[in-house]
């Protein structure tokens, strides 16, 4: 190292970490470094000012009542527990000497796992300590420095730099302190210095440093103590020491060197620049609490406290001999102390080599000479006292106890007290085996049980007793109750006017709890009733509290009196209080509930807002045996079983016995859980966590698991999580897991958050989850299949409307036969014979004389068989006008159109390919050949010229075309002429299209029938439409195409 003039420090051992080093000589980069400084030294000091006070142990309980938690093996903790520190995000940071470094979130410890993969130079870690500025620093028991900060490692010191790392201290302007076993280190910024003679300290190698709040540093290399004043820049020598030497920083500021198991006061209490920050991290075997207790491990095994009367009276002083100790092997995991630490909720924590402890106070006290001893309701004595009855349940045995400091001690009991209550005047009145005394501002006033109750005394048993301003009720084992009024006793003369409950108020006015859901006030001699009827329904009454509102409670819930009805009263607590049995309120009017899952502390504010509303749910904090309360409040008492002491503490009957609490000691927990993301996982697949988590394809289980580190109430945190739009908030409990199953492919936004034992809700922690779709998930593929089945059923469709369609052309087919097969019988039988006779009667008309009258009627007559006969063969022509073959098709068309225009059949030209009329259905065929007889007559009618028929076979369907060279063949609607109207709606009940052009060529009339080809069934029509000159051209084509042979069938004739 060089020294410059002034002495100061120049180039002073700068250990280059990496190429992005700043450079030691470098003056601008200096004063960066130093502003840098500065302000981290001013947040530091202002997190500390505004930093809630939070509480420390109670100094009043002795170290056996404090509640001693103890994880080990089994529990998850590792070993060799050498270094415990409390970052800001409230994880507590556990060290060991083999097992690396861990977290602990108030119930499981969980291994580190850097964001970007980076490990830890060594599992050994032997020391840590948390900076203002959010990082970690971590000092390693095989050497080296590394630093934590946003989830990464950066290693400022190689094992060969440092060796063993002993000590880490962050001083005042926020930089680190290192004691290692190749000297003293200083980290400013980015770079790491030396600490060597030029600056003041001599020593080759540090074994402690300490930079306290007043700006000072202390270190020691075992055989010197050195001291930086605060604003100095050198070192000096204070004094020698010897052994394994620690310093300790007390509460008032003074300094402590710690040799052994001796304590030396270095320096004496100071005001502090900084104030001491607890929990920030952990001393080897000894600290000073904010209370100003010591505990230390050297006295000589296991754990001690030294309270501040125990050591405040010189400047030395050992733990050796303390009385508060933890010393046997059932008391500890270990024996051995390896670090100790105060976190920022006035806890004690204890490493050892077994694993990790820690004491902290109970917020409810259990006594412990009460302790399962069947102890009654507390009640104040007249001089401010808490007294209450004990009742050893074992044998039998009685009497009267007086609290003080909680420790209770027997009182002069002539009666033998069982039972007590405090009437509402401060009238303390006791009841025994002997009598009931009450215990007033006159005196004591002595009454007698009742003479059936006194008689019995030896084998009847004191249940409870309630006491008004001048009447007393008491509840026996077998009498039932007995009512004490105006000197008198008397008993309900039928048991269902026994109350379950009495309560007293100030005005006199005495409420009783009656079977079947009565509530009865008597005010003198006013007596009002109410029942079911009006709402009141606790089952059996457990607790009744006058006032307004009047409140009742039972064993299925609370009610408030509004106005003459009862309503329910519901309370915000989570699994609910059970029943009530007791209530008191503080100085701070703060109303504690004694109930039977435990103690229910609700605000002014929340009181007035639920008696109000009771449909509001009454929010508090329940006290259950995690807070100390155990077995929750006694019930079946039938009296109070609350009570406020006259120093603010308050005491409650339990089911185990009695407890108090202090509620000036009971603060609300201010921070906000965060939740943290530790894992997904997919059966036994777990994916690397991100801010979005990329699952494998086609994934419907998951599995998230999170956590919210509390050290406070670990077991009170309550988590909420969701799927972002996927409905509302699920409420886990304490459950740090969460499981879905079926989710869909797609983005999935997981919530949670954390409610802490306050009711202080956390932020919203969220984490996207990107389950990829199999091809058989995506939207293609459904909307493939979707078509593929769509098209399957039209295809079955189809094929079904074949099959019927078949089977109604085959029936027509058959039907149709067979009435050509009657025609054809007519043909040959009856209209032959008919036919015949007709020949027969004009041979024998030709024979009668031609003015004869015979002969005139005989001719007559003649005429009308004729007739007869035109329509029995025009019946036998509907027969056959079925079609069921080409010809008889094409026949019947050109034997219609010589009937009704003569002569035209010889001027109609016939085009068709074979097989055209085979593909219209059946059923078709009539409708088809009426509309082109139709339209070949108008054709014949208007032109003299030829006309044209053509069938066209090739598309789908069968189009007929009539075309002829006339200038307007017949092609409009005339008045009282329905030929075209006929054949438009033949036309359109067939499912055809009917389409006639006109133009100077001629006239066109085009009839297409949609058929299927190979089923012959009626599809879509498929008539193309044209324009006025497409349409003109069209027609010109038809007419102008060259004619035919004649068709033979024009020269058949109809038989």
Not at 182 to 203: A, Q
Not at 321 to 344: F, H, I, K, N
Request: hydrophobic share 40%; glycine share 12%.
């Amino acid at each position: 190292m060089e020294r410059d003039e002034s002495g100061g420090m120049a180039r002073t051992g700068c250990l280059k970490l990496d190429r992005e080093s700043f450079s030691c000589n470098n003056p601008g980069m200096s004063i960066i470094l130093r502003f840098q400084t500065w302000l981290r030294t001013t947040l530091f000091v202002l997190s500390c000012a505004v930093a809630p006070t939070a509480l420390a142990l109670d100094p009043g309980i002795a170290l056996d009542g404090y509640r001693h938690e103890r994880w080990g093996e089994l529990e998850g903790a590792p070993r060799y527990v050498d270094a415990l520190a409390r970052s800001q995000d409230g994880w507590l940071w556990v060290g060991s000497r083999y097992a690396g470094l861990l977290r602990f979130d108030g119930q499981r410890f969980l291994p580190f796992e850097t964001a970007d993969g980076s490990r830890l130079q060594s599992n050994s870690i032997s020391a840590l300590r948390p900076g203002p500025d959010g990082q970690l620093w971590i000092g390693h028991g095989n050497g080296g420095l590394s630093a934590l900060r946003k989830g990464r490692y950066r290693h400022l010191l190689t094992p060969e730099q440092s060796g063993s790392i002993f000590a880490v201290s962050v001083g005042a302007d926020g930089a680190p302190w290192i004691a290692s076993w190749r000297g003293l280190f200083r980290v400013d910024g980015d770079r790491v210095v030396r600490i060597g003679p030029e600056l003041g300290y001599d020593g080759a190698r540090a074994e402690y440093v300490l930079a306290d709040g007043a700006g000072r540093v202390w270190a020691t290399d075992g055989a010197t103590l050195y001291l930086r004043e605060a604003g100095a820049t050198r070192f000096r020598s204070v004094r020698p020491v010897r052994g394994d030497p620690m310093l300790l920083e007390a509460r008032d500021g003074g300094i402590w060197l710690v040799l052994g198991k001796q304590f030396e006061q270095v320096a004496p209490p100071s005001p502090r620049r900084v104030p001491i920050q607890p929990g920030s991290a952990s001393t080897y075997q000894s600290l000073f609490d904010r209370d100003g207790n010591v505990w230390s491990n050297n006295c000589p095994v296991g754990v001690c406290v030294l309270r501040p009367a125990d050591w405040q009276r010189g400047e030395r002083f050992t733990p050796v001999g303390a009385a508060e100790r933890l010393d046997q092997p059932w008391q500890m995991t270990s024996l051995s102390v390896l670090a100790l630490m105060e976190d920022g909720d006035g806890s004690i924590w204890i490493g050892t080599p077994s694993g990790l402890e820690r004491l902290r106070d109970y917020a409810v006290h259990m006594v412990p000479e009460l302790l399962d001893r069947g102890v009654s309701h507390p009640a104040l004595h007249p001089d401010g006292g808490i007294v209450a009855a004990r009742a050893q349940r074992l044998d039998d045995t009685s009497g009267l106890v007086r609290i003080e400091n909680g420790r209770p001690h027997d009182l002069p009991d002539p009666i033998a007290t069982r039972v007590l209550d405090r009437a509402p005047d401060g009238t303390l009145v006791l009841g025994g085996q002997h009598g009931i005394e009450r215990h007033g501002r006159a005196g004591v006033e002595r009454i007698a049980l009742p003479p059936a109750v006194s008689a019995a005394a030896d084998s009847i048993r004191l249940r409870s007793l309630t006491a008004g301003n001048d009447e007393v009720w008491l509840w026996t084992g077998r009498m039932g109750a007995w009512h004490y009024r105006n000197g008198a006793w008397t008993r309900p003369p039928v048991r269902e006017d026994q109350p379950q409950e009495v309560a007293f108020d100030a005005a006199g006015r005495s409420y009783l709890g009656l079977r079947g859901n009565r509530l009865r006030i008597v005010d003198g001699d006013a007596v009002r009733e109410y029942g079911a009827q009006d709402g009141l329904e606790v089952g059996k009454f457990s607790l009744i509290v006058p006032g307004q509102p009047l409140l009742v409670a039972g064993e299925d819930g609370m009610q408030v009196l509004q106005g003459s009805r009862f309503r329910r009263l519901a309370v915000a607590a989570p699994d609910g209080i059970g029943a009530a049995s007791g209530i008191v309120t503080d100085t701070a009017g703060v109303r504690w509930i004694n109930a039977e899952r435990g103690i229910y502390r609700v605000t002014p504010d929340d009181w007035t807002r639920s008696m109000n509303a009771p449909g509001i749910a009454l929010r508090g904090r329940l006290f259950d045996a995690a807070d100390g309360y155990l077995g929750g409040g006694v019930l079946g008492m039938l009296s109070r079983t609350a009570a406020l002491a006259s120093d603010g503490t308050l005491w409650f009957a339990g089911e185990r016995g009695l407890a108090w609490i202090d509620p000036r000691r009971i603060g609300s927990n201010p921070s906000t859980p965060a939740v943290e993301v530790l894992g997904v996982s997919s059966g036994a697949r777990r994916y690397p966590l991100g801010a979005s988590v990329t699952l494998d394809e086609g994934t419907e289980t998951v599995q998230i698991d999170y956590t919210a580190p509390s050290l406070r109430m670990p077991q009170k945190v309550r988590f909420h999580f969701r799927l972002a739009g996927n409905g509302e908030w699920e409420d886990a409990g304490a459950r740090r897991s969460a499981f879905f199953q079926r989710l869909p492919p797609g983005l999935h936004t997981f919530e949670v958050m954390a409610v802490n034992e306050s009711g202080v809700a956390g932020p919203v922690t969220a984490l996207v989850l990107h389950i990829p779709a199999h091809y058989y998930q995506t939207w293609w593929f459904l909307a493939a299949c979707l078509l593929a089945i769509l098209s399957l059923l039209a295809l079955a469709y189809r094929q079904r409307t074949r099959r019927l369609a078949r089977r109604i052309e085959e029936g027509l087919l058959a039907r149709l036969r067979e009435r050509e097969s009657i025609a054809r019988s007519l043909h040959d039988t009856f209209l032959q014979s008919v036919q015949g006779m007709l020949l027969r009667m004009h041979a024998v008309a030709s024979r009668l004389p031609a003015d004869s009258r015979e002969r005139a009627e005989f001719e007559r007559v003649m005429e009308d068989a004729e007739r007869v006969l035109e329509e029995g063969r025009d019946e036998v022509q509907g027969l056959r006008r079925g079609f069921a073959d080409a010809d008889a098709f094409w026949q019947g068309l050109l034997r219609d159109v010589e009937l009704i225009v003569p002569g035209g059949g010889k001027r109609l030209a016939l085009s068709a390919p074979p097989g055209a009329v085979e593909r219209l259905p059946v059923r078709l065929r009539r409708d088809v050949h009426a509309i082109v007889r139709e339209a070949l007559v108008n054709a014949l009618r208007h032109t003299p010229g030829p006309v044209r028929l053509e069938a066209d076979a090739r598309q789908r369907g069968l189009t007929l075309t009539v075309c002829d060279t006339g200038a307007d063949g017949g092609a409009r609607d005339k008045p009282g002429h329905f030929g075209l109207q006929g054949m438009r709606e033949r036309a359109t009940q067939i499912g055809a299209r009917l389409r006639i052009d006109s133009g100077p060529a001629g006239t066109r009339v085009m009839l297409a029938i949609p058929v299927d080809s190979d089923q012959a069934v009626p599809s879509r029509p498929a008539l193309s439409t044209s324009t006025e000159e497409t349409a003109i051209e069209d027609v010109s084509k038809c007419t102008q195409r060259p004619l035919p042979a004649p068709n033979r069938l024009t020269d058949r004739t109809r038989t």
